[in-house]
């Protein structure tokens, strides 16, 4: 089993938030590839699983990510080291750039400090969306990443989509 989880905040509030890029590419993805969401409340997520791949968002606040991941890894005995792809916002790296790393700190991002801590270790992969624009030092960290996108950056994100949907694809080749 493979699991790749977009990470956000539940409600419609924060829908086009920078703190839900994880969560927003897994929609796109699933839009391009025409799959489904579902909800699963013994999970507390919104779930596709299409063979042996599970796609997740979770329904708990960002903070506490780390809980569905236990689960979700514990009760399909995935191999977080490998079959764990987790995609994430940063606002330490420019708006549109993608990072990829297999393991690491948590880099002051609170969804993978609780994944981490949830886990017991760092050696997991994941894919950073990058968010840092200038009006970042106007609004202070925590303001900017529950900011809307720009209409500018709205403009970009499906090429940045596109790029992400690749590197998902790429997670599910290995």
């Not at 890029?21 to 507390?44: R, S």
């Amino acid at each position: 089993m493979r699991l790749v989880i977009g990470f956000g905040n539940p409600g419609g509030t924060y829908n086009w938030t920078r703190h839900n890029f994880g969560a927003l590419a897994l929609d796109f993805y699933a839009k391009v590839n025409q799959l489904q969401w579902k909800t699963d409340k013994k999970f507390n997520i919104d779930l596709i699983k299409t063979g042996d791949i599970i796609f997740a968002k979770s329904h708990l606040f960002y903070n506490e990510v780390g809980i569905v991941i236990r689960k979700l890894t514990d009760y399909y005995k995935i191999d977080t080291t490998h079959d764990l792809l987790i995609i994430c916002d940063d606002i330490n790296i420019d708006f549109g750039q993608l990072r990829f790393r297999e393991h690491g700190s948590a880099g002051g991002n609170n969804g993978l400090k609780s994944t981490i801590q949830h886990l017991g270790h760092d050696d997991f992969q994941r894919l950073r969306l990058g968010t840092d624009n200038p009006s970042r030092t106007t609004l202070g960290d925590a303001d900017f990443v529950l900011a809307k996108f720009t209409p500018e950056e709205k403009t970009q994100l499906p090429t940045i989509l596109l790029d992400v949907n690749s590197q998902i694809d790429a997670f599910l080749a290995q």
